[in-house]
């Protein structure tokens, strides 16, 4: 029976309470652990198709007539356009329109960054587009571009106001402590680098526009751009059958979009927009730099009594405010805790999602000032995390649906327990250490998320749904989870996505989401299709539905007697049997997360500063996992990720003008498969009993969030250094290697002189 409910929605730390009309979500959990085809590793389905090129791209589409456009941008983080003249760019050989600011969403006179959309022109090959550009003729007045966060602050140059949580009494907290620590940290912007760079291909047919766009989000794309242009949503269709990656910063329209919209509605012919390398570095976003002025206090026993965090988080000309003082705020059981968060507006590239926005810069400050605090009290650092476990959610004051941290830490333990022997091997110059860091995020998904499916007289099920894969592997994970309720191989089960016109809606690739939102309602729908095939096989075969089940492929009756489940279908000729199912809500008064844990093994050069990842051991608790391979590939791609933000990706300003001086892969340091580290991954693989009829959370973002603290908690141990700054890049170390150095110089003078 349809439900009307009002639920509660999590994505990337942002939580909105909503209304839905959801089905009934009656299904009884399956018993934890592997069964035939769920929690089985299963390479992926979509494989061979992209390793034989088959797989299409946006960059692969070549509609007749098709334009190619590009943009003009702001060389300027601050200026406006006095005057603007396309004309000499209109006559150009090749160009079939041009579009000034204004005549597009997001061409604006007013640009707040470098790299900012201006104007755009449209002709029939994309070096004459980019020529044309060259043409356009304009005048700035260049204003004064605000590049400082603190400055922001003390303007009130703020997105919103400032974000306060306070609980207790943190005054009197940190006053009654017995050891109080203080400390800076600042992490840095760091940009997504998508394999395949942003882009769309529109195309109009009357007052029907079709977009076919890289995007984690097609319902969320489909609805933007209707609300821009002034659309009816179902005139807009949105296309994304296979994407390159996104990281978070593919989650709508943006200026790309709408330049090829536009541009294609006064050709009259499909336009595509893509960013180059170069404007992927300055135009796509970023993850935004923090600081963070923190303060802990404890008792001597290693109980943390107090918390206060002040927070800038420096979003640029644009973007959103994501938590940096989540983990500060839920991360450890603190009856005392004030954050105070600042949204700066700054003349700087926009910050766009990226995996885990906030959280893994607030878990570098956080977790580093644990470890700080475990070696001013002599406390081993994984009991100190121990003994300030909590089992509910100390922010909103409510229990958690499933938390199993304390077994990642009993894991944990094998791995931690090597910190004498990695550091007796240190030789030379290169001083070896372990360190540790702890993980809290989201990522229990949740309503309205829907999904079919379609069984025919084949014997193959079709899951049809309105989401996307990016790349993560979704199309086998729902393929996994259809395969198992219906008891059929998983080679049987195809999936069917990517386009809002041929499927129901779905929830965006985002936030963790994508299995614990779309996964029960496939589980459904193929409930309701098996519900249907043991009817049909009751009156076939003269047994009632209880007394039949289906499994490997058979209809299996209690008695013992089976049949191949094709010969039932094989009756069926052109009739299908259809399946629907829908995503239940989340548990009333429960907070879904995961949770997590990472022991990280490195090397310090302590002559050059050089930093060396040997080894990361990550071990996390999702819930129920589907697909086991998929899930570890998962964690080392956020690990890595994690690698090349701790120690080397930086997006580098002018600190004069704000122009991006890192605008190519040479000049912004990804990591190499040289400085991919040995990663073991382990997962807990505990249904959350509370959570759907799945028990299953979300991975994508959680193994990326602890991976900096755990790095510069490793180099505290190696080499007793405080690195409080991303990248740890070699002049970074080696500046900490210096304050060592002067704090130990100082303290022996300091002894010397009292000693006289």
Same mark, same amino acid.
Request: charged fraction near 25%.
């Given at each position: 029976?349809?439900?009307?409910?009002?639920?509660?929605?999590?994505?990337?730390?942002?939580?909105?309470?909503?209304?839905?009309?959801?089905?009934?979500?009656?299904?009884?959990?399956?018993?934890?652990?592997?069964?035939?085809?769920?929690?089985?590793?299963?390479?992926?389905?979509?494989?061979?198709?992209?390793?034989?090129?088959?797989?299409?791209?946006?960059?692969?589409?070549?509609?007749?007539?098709?334009?190619?456009?590009?943009?003009?941008?702001?060389?300027?983080?601050?200026?406006?356009?006095?005057?603007?003249?396309?004309? +000499?760019?209109?006559?150009?050989?090749?160009?079939?329109?041009?579009?000034?600011?204004?005549?597009?969403?997001?061409?604006?006179?007013?640009?707040?960054?470098?790299?900012?959309?201006?104007?755009?022109?449209?002709?029939?090959?994309?070096?004459?587009?980019?020529?044309?550009?060259?043409?356009?003729?304009?005048?700035?007045?260049?204003?004064?571009?605000?590049?400082?966060?603190?400055?922001?602050?003390?303007?009130?140059?703020?997105?919103?106001?400032?974000?306060?949580?306070?609980?207790?009494?943190?005054?009197? %907290?940190?006053?009654?402590?017995?050891?109080?620590?203080?400390?800076?940290?600042?992490?840095?912007?760091?940009?997504?680098?998508?394999?395949?760079?942003?882009?769309?291909?529109?195309?109009?047919?009357?007052?029907?526009?079709?977009?076919?766009?890289?995007?984690?989000?097609?319902?969320?794309?489909?609805?933007?751009?209707?609300?821009?242009?002034?659309?009816?949503?179902?005139?807009?269709?949105?296309?994304?059958?296979?994407?390159?990656?996104?990281?978070?910063?593919?989650?709508?329209?943006?200026?790309?979009?709408?330049?090829?919209?536009?541009?294609?509605?006064?050709?009259?012919?499909?336009?595509?927009?893509?960013?180059?390398?170069? &404007?992927?570095?300055?135009?796509?976003?970023?993850?935004?730099?923090?600081?963070?002025?923190?303060?802990?206090?404890?008792?001597?026993?290693?109980?943390?009594?107090?918390?206060?965090?002040?927070?800038?988080?420096?979003?640029?000309?644009?973007?959103?405010?994501?938590?940096?003082?989540?983990?500060?705020?839920?991360?450890?059981?603190?009856?005392?805790?004030?954050?105070?968060?600042?949204?700066?507006?700054?003349?700087?590239?926009?910050?766009?999602?990226?995996?885990?926005?906030?959280?893994? &810069?607030?878990?570098?400050?956080?977790?580093?000032?644990?470890?700080?605090?475990?070696? +001013?009290?002599?406390?081993?650092?994984?009991?100190?995390?121990?003994?300030?476990?909590?089992?509910?959610?100390?922010?909103?004051?409510?229990?958690?649906?499933?938390?199993?941290?304390?077994?990642?830490?009993?894991?944990?333990?094998?791995?931690?327990?090597?910190?004498?022997?990695?550091?007796?091997?240190?030789?030379?110059?290169?001083?070896?250490?372990?360190?540790?860091?702890?993980?809290?995020?989201?990522?229990?998904?949740?309503?309205?998320?829907?999904?079919?499916?379609?069984?025919?007289?084949?014997?193959?099920?079709?899951?049809?749904?309105?989401?996307?894969?990016?790349?993560?592997?979704?199309?086998?994970?729902?393929?996994?989870?259809?395969?198992?309720?219906?008891?059929?191989?998983?080679?049987?089960?195809?999936?069917?996505?990517?386009?809002?016109?041929?499927?129901?809606?779905?929830? %965006?690739?985002?936030?963790?989401?994508?299995?614990?939102?779309?996964?029960?309602?496939?589980?459904?729908?193929?409930?309701?299709?098996?519900?249907?095939?043991?009817?049909?096989?009751?009156?076939?075969?003269?047994?009632?539905?209880?007394?039949?089940?289906?499994?490997?492929?058979?209809?299996?009756?209690?008695?013992?007697?089976?049949?191949?489940?094709?010969?039932?279908?094989?009756?069926?000729?052109?009739?299908?049997?259809?399946?629907?199912?829908?995503?239940?809500?989340?548990?009333?008064?429960?907070?879904?997360?995961?949770?997590?844990?990472?022991?990280?093994?490195?090397?310090?050069?302590?002559?050059?500063?050089?930093?060396?990842?040997?080894?990361?051991?990550?071990?996390?608790?999702?819930?129920?996992?589907?697909?086991?391979?998929?899930?570890?590939?998962?964690?080392?791609?956020?690990?890595?990720?994690?690698?090349?933000?701790?120690?080397?990706?930086?997006?580098?300003?002018?600190?004069?003008?704000?122009?991006?001086?890192?605008?190519?892969?040479?000049?912004?340091?990804?990591?190499?498969?040289?400085?991919?580290?040995?990663?073991?991954?382990?997962?807990?693989?505990?249904?959350?009993?509370?959570?759907?009829?799945?028990?299953?959370?979300?991975?994508?973002?959680?193994?990326?969030?602890?991976?900096?603290?755990?790095?510069?908690?490793?180099?505290?141990?190696?080499?007793?250094?405080?690195?409080?700054?991303?990248?740890?890049?070699?002049?970074?170390?080696? %500046?900490?290697?210096?304050?060592?150095?002067?704090?130990?110089?100082?303290?022996?003078?300091?002894?010397?002189?009292?000693?006289?």
């Amino acid at each position: 029976m349809a439900r009307l409910i009002k639920t509660e929605r999590e994505v990337e730390g942002r939580y909105e309470t909503i209304w839905l009309v959801v089905e009934e979500d009656a299904l009884d959990q399956w018993p934890g652990g592997p069964l035939s085809v769920v929690g089985q590793p299963a390479p992926r389905k979509s494989g061979p198709a992209r390793a034989r090129g088959e797989a299409r791209y946006i960059g692969d589409l070549r509609p007749a007539g098709l334009l190619q456009a590009a943009v003009l941008r702001s060389p300027y983080a601050h200026a406006r356009v006095r005057r603007i003249d396309l004309s +000499r760019a209109l006559s150009a050989p090749g160009v079939r329109g041009a579009l000034g600011p204004g005549e597009a969403a997001q061409l604006d006179e007013l640009a707040g960054y470098h790299g900012a959309p201006v104007a755009a022109v449209a002709a029939d090959s994309l070096a004459e587009a980019q020529a044309a550009l060259e043409l356009i003729d304009v005048e700035w007045e260049v204003l004064e571009p605000l590049l400082d966060p603190d400055e922001a602050v003390r303007r009130g140059q703020l997105l919103q106001e400032p974000r306060t949580h306070e609980r207790g009494d943190v005054d009197q %907290a940190l006053a009654d402590a017995d050891v109080v620590i203080e400390a800076e940290y600042r992490t840095q912007s760091v940009v997504h680098n998508a394999l395949e760079t942003h882009q769309a291909v529109c195309v109009w047919e009357g007052p029907q526009l079709t977009v076919y766009i890289s995007t984690q989000d097609i319902w969320g794309v489909r609805n933007e751009v209707a609300r821009t242009l002034g659309m009816e949503r179902d005139d807009v269709r949105v296309v994304c059958e296979y994407m390159g990656g996104g990281f978070g910063a593919k989650n709508n329209a943006h200026h790309y979009t709408y330049v090829a919209a536009e541009l294609a509605r006064r050709t009259g012919r499909p336009v595509r927009c893509a960013l180059t390398r170069r &404007e992927e570095a300055t135009a796509s976003g970023n993850r935004n730099p923090t600081i963070q002025r923190l303060k802990i206090g404890a008792r001597f026993d290693g109980t943390i009594t107090a918390l206060q965090g002040d927070y800038i988080a420096c979003i640029g000309w644009s973007g959103w405010h994501a938590s940096t003082a989540g983990p500060m705020q839920t991360l450890y059981a603190c009856p005392n805790v004030r954050t105070v968060e600042y949204p700066t507006r700054l003349n700087t590239p926009p910050m766009e999602s990226f995996r885990a926005p906030g959280f893994v &810069e607030g878990t570098f400050g956080m977790e580093c000032l644990v470890d700080e605090l475990a070696a +001013r009290l002599g406390i081993d650092p994984l009991e100190l995390r121990r003994r300030n476990h909590t089992d509910s959610d100390p922010a909103a004051g409510r229990v958690y649906s499933s938390k199993n941290l304390l077994e990642c830490y009993r894991r944990a333990e094998t791995h931690w327990a090597r910190r004498e022997t990695v550091k007796a091997s240190s030789k030379g110059p290169w001083k070896r250490g372990v360190g540790m860091a702890s993980q809290i995020w989201g990522g229990g998904g949740g309503p309205p998320a829907y999904a079919w499916l379609r069984i025919g007289s084949d014997g193959r099920a079709q899951v049809v749904t309105g989401m996307q894969d990016i790349g993560t592997g979704s199309r086998t994970v729902m393929a996994q989870i259809a395969a198992e309720e219906l008891g059929l191989p998983l080679d049987r089960v195809d999936t069917s996505l990517g386009d809002t016109s041929r499927g129901p809606f779905a929830v %965006a690739a985002a936030g963790s989401s994508t299995t614990p939102s779309m996964g029960p309602a496939v589980r459904a729908a193929a409930a309701d299709a098996a519900r249907q095939i043991l009817e049909i096989a009751a009156q076939r075969y003269e047994r009632t539905p209880e007394a039949l089940r289906l499994a490997g492929g058979r209809i299996v009756a209690t008695d013992g007697e089976s049949w191949p489940l094709s010969d039932l279908l094989s009756l069926l000729g052109n009739a299908q049997i259809l399946g629907k199912g829908a995503r239940g809500p989340n548990p009333a008064g429960m907070g879904v997360h995961t949770f997590g844990v990472q022991v990280v093994e490195v090397a310090v050069d302590v002559e050059t500063g050089q930093v060396v990842v040997d080894k990361v051991y990550s071990i996390h608790d999702v819930g129920r996992v589907i697909n086991p391979l998929g899930a570890s590939s998962q964690i080392e791609g956020g690990i890595i990720q994690g690698v090349g933000g701790t120690l080397s990706e930086r997006q580098v300003l002018d600190a004069a003008t704000g122009t991006v001086l890192t605008r190519t892969l040479d000049a912004y340091r990804m990591p190499t498969i040289a400085d991919v580290p040995e990663i073991v991954a382990e997962l807990v693989d505990v249904p959350d009993p509370n959570l759907t009829n799945l028990g299953a959370k979300g991975l994508g973002e959680p193994p990326i969030i602890p991976v900096a603290a755990a790095i510069a908690n490793a180099i505290r141990d190696a080499t007793g250094a405080d690195v409080r700054e991303l990248p740890i890049d070699r002049a970074t170390m080696l %500046a900490a290697l210096r304050k060592v150095n002067e704090d130990a110089a100082a303290k022996e003078r300091h002894g010397t002189a009292a000693a006289v």
